[in-house]
Every structure is written in structure tokens, then in C-alpha cells.
């Protein structure tokens, strides 16, 4: 069931009206066995995956609380083999297989698998992992409860593409629940919208566009073609997966839970490292604490931060996909990081740190780093190699044509009017307040929000970017 699809919303409303009609300890259990159906939607036998994740690491929760030091270590790797065993063989198996087979000259036929990817597979991975390393470094108590373990990793809202939930800030919301005061319920309703908004007025069409192009690129060739159909991909990618995640902060929500914020308008991020907290943020915060901070206490040293730095981009490639497109965007958006690390350090105390900090000087360093996105797209986009190569080649002159301007004027327009939200919600936050608003104000503002959504249709129903992910 897609976010977007009348199917959802029907579902989502028959488990709200039950899920309300009974006590707390009987909901939770119903909301847990909706996530499982939401979840078998899509294909009722990776339901033993999930299944299988939850109750392994569930009992060594357990375990690793009531265990010595070097026990510990034993069931913690058990987790992390289970864990990254299940991610590694369906997400990287043909990677690696087919990548060895080229290597060694060998017919890709003879190693490659007929194997489907789990829909959510890294989302919920990346959650059931933060709970048994919490345990083992003792920043919170094993859960005892399974009903409430198992709500915890398949929460519908959540289940599929995120934002990534950690245990400790979940837990402890299923514990003390508490029916959604109307402002909570306003919120999430300004949430679902914005998020509907984003996804079919906004992505959807700007990825027709996009689509146009990074289907085949070299029908389109010239500067200007490789330009629109990045910036296209560039905002349709945004406006996708951040609307994805507003729909499943406003369910949680609806249903009296509270998600953590994923997006913070990355496309006014000034540099890099900018962008990283506001890009994805949980997945930014999740490697942070769980790869990056671990490996930086094995080793110091300037030389290292970067090494790591770069090793964390790298597997952040992998983890959006198994392809070598994806590890070379990884690794694009490490030298990035190192780039602008290095630079600080140089100008720090110079002429150019205080032209940098003038507030003159935030519209060009906007812009620099929206460039650099969507040059990115050139990796993340692009179906091989050879594609990437094609579309920087024709991004940076080296085809010496023009090409022509894909955008309509429309998805123009629409790209001004998200600029313009985007400002002003950076600096006023007012879709924030508007669940605060009285009804005169609320009311003309979901008008206009119907309106767009009816005035801005998409054929069909498209499916979310991250889904394959």
C-alpha cells in the first residue's frame, strides 16, 4: 500500500476507528498486527525476515543485560551477523557476486541469484541494531515486554521507508502513552498534507521530467539538458522522500506517536556538512553514533577523521543501493565533507572566513551546494557507470553543445513556490504554527491545499523513491 494510493487511507482509517475503540493494551497488539498485514502487502514471505530479526534480537536483549563483559561481545555479534546477514545476502549478494564474476571473467549467469529485496529491509535493520547496541553499551534497560518490542521495529507508519526509530526514544512512548491532545492531532494533519503535496504536485512532477532524461541521457545531450533533468531528479528526490516521511510523522502522530524529524529544508544548507543534519537526519544521526563516533575512539588523528569520514560516505552509498553508481556518490559526498574540512581549517581567521560569514554571502554558498547536489545526481541517478560518465561529461561542457531546457514552465513555477515555502518556513516557521492557527486561518489554508492537489493531478499512482532502498 503506497501513502499516496485511496487504498491506504482506508486501511489507515478502519485501524484509527479501531485502534480507538478499544484500551491501550489491546490497541497496541491491533496496531501490531496491522503493521504485519501493511507489511505482507507487498509480498506475505519476507514476513519471516521481520519476524525472524524481531525475535533473535528481542531474546538477545535480554541476554546481552544479563551478561559478563566478554559474553557481551559474543551475543552482540550474533545480532549484527543475523542483522547484516539478512541485509547483506538480499540487498548485496548479486553486487558482489556479479562484480566478482566480471573480475574473474566468469559468466554473470553462473553466480547470480533470482533474489527480490525486501521492501524496508535496511530501515528496519538499522533499527533492530540500535536497540541490541544500546543494551550492550548500557544506555538503556532490555525490553521485556515482545508485544511492545515487536510494535516498536514494525509500526507501519515507519515500517517501509522510515525516518530510522531507535528504541529508547520509542519504548518509552508505547509505555507511557496517552491519547493526542487536538493540537497534536491538528499537527499531524498539517504533516499528512504537506506531505500529499510534496509527493504529487511537487515529486511526481518533476519526475516525469527527471525521468525523461535519466532514462536515457544520451538522447538528450548538452549542458543544459544534463543541468534540468539533475535538477528535476535533485527536487523530485527531496520533495519524495521528505513528503514520504511528513505522512508518517502526521500517522504516528494521528495514532499518538511522536517520529523525529528527518528534513530540515537541506536546500538552503550553506556546505557539506550543513546538509548532513539536515539531509535524512536520522540515518545522518544513526551512523554518527553507531560507525562513525566507534570508529574514531579506535584511532586519532586528522588523517583518520578523514579516512573515516570517507569510509562512512562510502557504505552510506551502499546503503541507498547495490550498484557502483551509489559507492561513487558516496564517495563524492565524502570528498565534499574532506573538501570542506580542509578548507575551513585553511581560511579560519583569514579575510575569507569574514566574507564567508556576511550574510551577503548565504545566497552563494546556497547555491554552491545546491550545484553540488545536483551534480550528485550524476552517481545516484544515472543506471551505470557509463551513464555517470555521460552526464558529467555533458554537465561540465565537454559534449560543447547546449542541448535543450527541459523544464516546463510549470515544474519551473512549482521549483519558485517551494523556494519561497522553504525561506519562509526557515524563517518564521509558519506550517509549524499553522497548527496553532484558529479555524479562520486553517480552514482557507487546507483549501488551498485540496485545490493544489486537484489542480496539479498525476496519472496513476507512482511509488515512492526509497522504497527501493
Known amino acids: 500500500?503506497?501513502?499516496?494510493?485511496?487504498?491506504?487511507?482506508?486501511?489507515?482509517?478502519?485501524?484509527?476507528?479501531?485502534?480507538?475503540?478499544?484500551?491501550?493494551?489491546?490497541?497496541?497488539?491491533?496496531?501490531?498486527?496491522?503493521?504485519?498485514?501493511?507489511?505482507?502487502?507487498?509480498?506475505?514471505?519476507?514476513?519471516?525476515?521481520?519476524?525472524?530479526?524481531?525475535?533473535?534480537?528481542?531474546?538477545?536483549?535480554?541476554?546481552?543485560?544479563?551478561?559478563?563483559?566478554?559474553?557481551?561481545?559474543?551475543?552482540?555479534?550474533?545480532?549484527?551477523?543475523?542483522?547484516?546477514?539478512?541485509?547483506?545476502?538480499?540487498?548485496?549478494?548479486?553486487?558482489?557476486?556479479?562484480?566478482?564474476?566480471?573480475?574473474?571473467?566468469?559468466?554473470?549467469?553462473?553466480?547470480?541469484?533470482?533474489?527480490?529485496?525486501?521492501?524496508?529491509?535496511?530501515?528496519?535493520?538499522?533499527?533492530?541494531?540500535?536497540?541490541?547496541?544500546?543494551?550492550?553499551?548500557?544506555?538503556?534497560?532490555?525490553?521485556?515486554?515482545?508485544?511492545?518490542?515487536?510494535?516498536?521495529?514494525?509500526?507501519?507508519?515507519?515500517?517501509?521507508?522510515?525516518?530510522?526509530?531507535?528504541?529508547?526514544?520509542?519504548?518509552?512512548?508505547?509505555?507511557?502513552?496517552?491519547?493526542?491532545?487536538?493540537?497534536?492531532?491538528?499537527?499531524?494533519?498539517?504533516?499528512?498534507?504537506?506531505?500529499?503535496?510534496?509527493?504529487?504536485v511537487f515529486a511526481d512532477r518533476l519526475a516525469v521530467v527527471a525521468d525523461n532524461y535519466f532514462n536515457d541521457p544520451t538522447a538528450h545531450p548538452g549542458w543544459l539538458s544534463a543541468w534540468t533533468g539533475g535538477l528535476a531528479f535533485a527536487y523530485q528526490v527531496f520533495f519524495d522522500f521528505s513528503g514520504y516521511t511528513d505522512i508518517a510523522r502526521g500517522c504516528a502522530k494521528l495514532l499518538g506517536f511522536e517520529f523525529p524529524l528527518n528534513f530540515a529544508r537541506p536546500g538552503l544548507a550553506r556546505n557539506p556538512a550543513d546538509f548532513w543534519q539536515r539531509w535524512h537526519i536520522t540515518l545522518s544521526l544513526w551512523l554518527r553514533d553507531y560507525l562513525f563516533m566507534p570508529l574514531s575512539r579506535l584511532r586519532k588523528g586528522r588523517f583518520t577523521l578523514y579516512q573515516n569520514l570517507m569510509v562512512v560516505m562510502v557504505l552510506v552509498g551502499l546503503w541507498h543501493g547495490a550498484n557502483w553508481t551509489f559507492v561513487l556518490w558516496g564517495a563524492y559526498q565524502g570528498v565534499l565533507l574532506i573538501g570542506y574540512r580542509l578548507f575551513h581549517r585553511a581560511t579560519t581567521g583569514t579575510a575569507v572566513a569574514q566574507v564567508m560569514g556576511k550574510r551577503y554571502f548565504v545566497p552563494f554558498s546556497v547555491g554552491l551546494m545546491s550545484l553540488s547536489f545536483v551534480v550528485s545526481t550524476a552517481f545516484f541517478r544515472a543506471r551505470t557507470l557509463q551513464d555517470s560518465g555521460s552526464i558529467l561529461s555533458a554537465m561540465f561542457g565537454f559534449q560543447h553543445m547546449a542541448g535543450e531546457f527541459l523544464l516546463t514552465t510549470d515544474t519551473i513555477a512549482l521549483l519558485f513556490v517551494a523556494l519561497f515555502l522553504a525561506v519562509a518556513q526557515e524563517r518564521s516557521q509558519f506550517i509549524d504554527r499553522l497548527a496553532l492557527a484558529p479555524a479562520r486561518i486553517q480552514i482557507p489554508a487546507y483549501a488551498c491545499a485540496f485545490l493544489a492537489l486537484e489542480l496539479f493531478p498525476v496519472t496513476g499512482t507512482t511509488p515512492f523513491i526509497y522504497f527501493q532502498f
Request: hydrophobic share 60%; aromatic share 20%; charged share 10%.
Open 1 to 200: 500500500m503506497l501513502f499516496n494510493s485511496f487504498q491506504y487511507w482506508i486501511f489507515f482509517l478502519i485501524v484509527a476507528v479501531l485502534f480507538y475503540s478499544v484500551p491501550f493494551r489491546v490497541g497496541k497488539l491491533l496496531l501490531l498486527c496491522a503493521s504485519y498485514v501493511f507489511y505482507m502487502w507487498w509480498d506475505p514471505r519476507f514476513i519471516v525476515l521481520i519476524l525472524t530479526s524481531t525475535v533473535v534480537d528481542y531474546f538477545l536483549g535480554i541476554l546481552l543485560e544479563m551478561a559478563n563483559a566478554r559474553r557481551k561481545r559474543l551475543l552482540l555479534i550474533v545480532s549484527l551477523v543475523v542483522n547484516l546477514g539478512f541485509l547483506g545476502f538480499f540487498k548485496y549478494y548479486n553486487f558482489f557476486a556479479g562484480s566478482l564474476a566480471a573480475l574473474l571473467h566468469l559468466p554473470e549467469s553462473s553466480v547470480i541469484l533470482q533474489i527480490i529485496l525486501p521492501v524496508g529491509i535496511s530501515f528496519y535493520t538499522f533499527a533492530s541494531l540500535s536497540y541490541t547496541i544500546d543494551v550492550y553499551w548500557g544506555k538503556m534497560k532490555a525490553v521485556r515486554n515482545f508485544i511492545d518490542y515487536a510494535f516498536f521495529i514494525a509500526f507501519f507508519p515507519h515500517l517501509i521507508a522510515g525516518p530510522i526509530i531507535r528504541a529508547r526514544q520509542f519504548i518509552s512512548q508505547i509505555q507511557l502513552w496517552r491519547r493526542p491532545a487536538a493540537i497534536v492531532v491538528q499537527s499531524g494533519i498539517v504533516l499528512i498534507l504537506s506531505g500529499l503535496l510534496k509527493k504529487t
